[in-house]
């Protein structure tokens, strides 16, 4: 089944305390992304990837590292989690030639205390 | 203004109603036009695509698109309890690959 798979689902942490937040996907995607959804903002972009070692800054990139060093793993890292990042994360992915349709994955729920 | 504007409702309808659903937007560039429909606690799954001015339909969902007055539209049809979810209007510019606009979403309740 072509799914993007993120890893945990629900993550309580404290402010400080390094996490990373997996992502994997089985469609042979080049472009990987993640996103934050916040209420009254929406969706909003924090990173992105085109391909392996190739990653750009989103809309929202402070305090958040990504890396891409196979094709189907995009990692989001909080190297120093503050309460203003608590929020639902998305990673998604698509296939560069037919990028209309972003497959996103299910969701983590991320509590900064 | 924001590039993407959208009704973030709540639009509550009875069973079987019409439903419209809106965005409007600020950059000619946008060519290709999306909509994504986001069940509580789900990621956005991809509902509808176009790129042309005009309409495309789907079952019971229609998608139309007016570039000249940069307004996009969803109906649905004989709306079901089960239509309920947040729908996201998107877009992205002709330019190769572009990174997808999002408008904030328009939560929609069908009630029984």
């Known amino acids: 089944e072509a799914q993007v798979t993120q890893n945990p689902r629900y993550l309580i942490t404290v402010t400080g305390k390094k996490l990373t937040v997996t992502c994997s996907q089985n469609m042979n995607h080049e472009y990987m992304s993640w996103y934050r959804q916040d209420p009254g903002l929406g969706l909003r972009q924090i990173y992105y990837?085109?391909?392996?070692?190739?990653?750009d800054k989103g809309d929202v990139p402070e305090g958040y590292k990504v890396s891409r060093k196979e094709k189907r793993n995009f990692p989001l890292i909080l190297e120093s989690p503050s309460p203003n990042q608590t929020s639902l994360y998305f990673c998604?992915?698509?296939?560069?030639?037919?990028?209309?349709?972003?497959?996103f994955g299910s969701g983590t729920q991320l509590s900064v205390l | 203004q924001k590039e993407v504007e959208q009704d973030p409702g709540p639009l509550s309808v009875p069973e079987g109603a019409i439903v419209s659903l809106n965005c409007t937007y600020s950059n000619s560039a946008f060519q290709y036009f999306m909509w994504y429909r986001q069940y509580s606690r789900k990621g956005p799954e991809l509902l509808m695509y176009?790129?042309?001015?005009g309409n495309k339909e789907d079952g019971r969902f229609t998608a139309q698109v007016d570039k000249s007055s940069k307004y996009i539209s969803l109906f649905i049809r004989d709306s079901q309890p089960s239509d309920s979810a947040t729908y996201l209007c998107a877009m992205r510019m002709n330019s190769g690959y572009s990174t997808l606009t999002f408008g904030k979403g328009t939560m929609l309740l069908v009630s029984p």
């Open positions: 176009t790129y042309s001015s």
């Open positions: 998604a992915s698509t296939s560069v030639a037919t990028n209309e349709k972003l497959f």
């Open positions: 990837s085109m391909n392996v070692e190739v990653t």
